[in-house]
């Protein structure tokens, strides 16, 4: 089993839908979870991270963590084009140790 | 600041020769991770340090990957001898003490033929 686990996809969604995104992980001593997005060709850039569980939202995005159940997920709101990439979830295993172990990514198509 | 710089962002070489990448992070980060990332096998971590000094290089392929920090300013990768199988991107980034954000590089596409 893997420590991260994402669906490769692809996820179409029509412009103006909400995407969701979706991680498992296996290590119940994960402390951290973050979400980057991968143009591709591009490196990875950080869009959230989230600690607790429940929800976290910032503008179109919302991360939703539940702990009991080691899932992690990202809602993208009003999706557009330029939402088209790679989404890579991430954990960390414990704040001291700062190394992130990253899923496989799930790449989403937002369809004009 | 310019971000993480990578060098080169291309390589192209033959099988048996020996590889160096290059790593500039951010002023002022404490962390220095090496990534690498195929089709295969997502994003791996290679190695990281912290204020220079190796932290965990269990990510390390095998004996012919070998990474440096001399100073806070500068990381080498090097691979020697490269085989094919070692074709991929490979990314560094960097963490200041007490942030969550990560900062890639642009990444080195690495092709071993």
């Known amino acids: 089993q893997k420590e991260v686990e994402q669906n490769s996809g692809p996820l179409s969604v029509p412009e103006g839908a909400i995407a969701s995104l979706n991680c498992t992980y296996s290590?119940?001593?994960?402390?951290?979870f973050f979400w980057y997005r991968q143009y591709s060709g591009k490196s990875p850039e950080l869009i959230m991270f989230?600690?607790?569980?429940g929800d976290k939202e910032d503008g179109r995005f919302t991360a939703q963590l539940n702990k009991a159940s080691q899932y992690v997920s990202l809602l993208i709101r009003d999706s557009q084009p330029s939402d088209s990439a790679t989404y890579l979830c991430?954990?960390?295993?414990?704040?001291?140790?700062?190394?992130?172990?990253f899923g496989s990514g799930t790449r989403l198509q937002v369809q004009p | 600041d310019a971000g993480v710089i990578q060098s080169p962002r291309h390589e192209v070489t033959e099988m048996g020769q020996e590889v160096t990448l290059r790593c500039k992070p951010i002023?002022?980060?404490?962390?220095l991770f090496w990534y690498r990332q195929t089709m295969m096998r997502g994003l791996e971590l290679l190695i990281y340090f912290n204020n220079n000094v190796p932290i965990d290089d269990s990510g390390m392929p095998e004996d012919r990957f070998s990474a440096k920090m001399p100073n806070a300013s500068f990381s080498t990768l090097k691979i020697q001898p490269s085989e094919p199988r070692d074709s991929a991107v490979y990314f560094c980034a960097s963490i200041r003490q007490g942030n969550t954000e990560a900062f890639f590089g642009q990444g080195t596409r690495l092709t071993v033929v």
């Open positions: 991430a954990v960390n295993r414990d704040t001291g140790r700062r190394a992130l172990t």
């Open positions: 989230i600690y607790s569980n």
């Open positions: 290590d119940r001593g994960s402390q951290s």
């Open positions: 002023s002022g980060h404490d962390y």
